[in-house]
C-alpha cells in the first residue's frame, strides 16, 4: 500500500515546501519501499511513498497532465482503469505511463470532480 503526503502552506516558498514533503514521505517509508515522488511550488506540494504494483517499471508518482498544470499522487488501485484510457486515448489524451493514477488524471483534467463517479476501485487520491 502506498502512502501520500501534501501540504499547503501560502507563505512557503517551494524550497523548503519540498523538504517537508520529502521528511514527510520519509516519516511514511513503510507505506511504500520502492519509491518516492514529490512535486513542490511556492505553497505547497504533493509527495508520496509508492509499493510498486501496476506498471512496475514506468509509474513513478506525482504525474504531471500533457501542459503540466495539474498533478496527481495515488494510492490504492482502479480496477476499470483499462477501458476508461482507452477511451480517453481516443479523446487525444497522451499517456506516459501504463498506469492507473495516470488515467485518473486524464479523466480529472476532462470532467474535474465528476470523474470521481467513473473511477471504480479502492484508493485516495491528491490532486494539485
Known amino acids: 500500500m502506498c502512502g501520500i503526503v ?3 502552506q501560502q507563505s512557503i516558498p ?3 515546501a519540498v523538504e517537508i514533503l520529502r521528511r514527510m514521505a520519509q516519516a ?3 507505506r511504500g519501499p520502492d519509491a518516492e515522488g514529490c512535486w513542490a511550488v511556492d505553497g505547497g506540494g504533493i509527495a508520496m511513498r ?3 504494483v501496476i506498471d512496475v517499471e514506468g509509474g513513478q508518482q ?3 497532465n500533457e501542459s503540466g498544470d495539474i498533478h496527481i499522487v495515488c494510492n490504492g ?3 476499470n482503469f483499462r477501458e476508461l484510457r482507452e477511451k480517453l486515448i481516443s479523446r ?3 499517456f506516459k505511463t501504463r498506469s492507473d493514477t495516470e488515467v485518473a488524471l486524464h479523466l480529472y483534467e476532462e470532467e474535474g ?3 470521481f463517479a467513473s473511477l471504480r476501485g479502492m484508493f485516495a487520491i491528491a490532486i494539485w
Do not use: D, Q, T
Request: proline share 8%; charged share 15%.
Open 28 to 30: 511514511i517509508i513503510h
Open 14 to 16: 517551494k524550497s523548503p
Open 77 to 79: 488501485e482502479i480496477y
Open 50 to 52: 509508492r509499493l510498486s
Open 6 to 8: 501534501g501540504l499547503v
Open 113 to 115: 470532480v465528476k470523474c
Open 92 to 94: 487525444g489524451h497522451i
Open 62 to 64: 506525482p504525474i504531471a
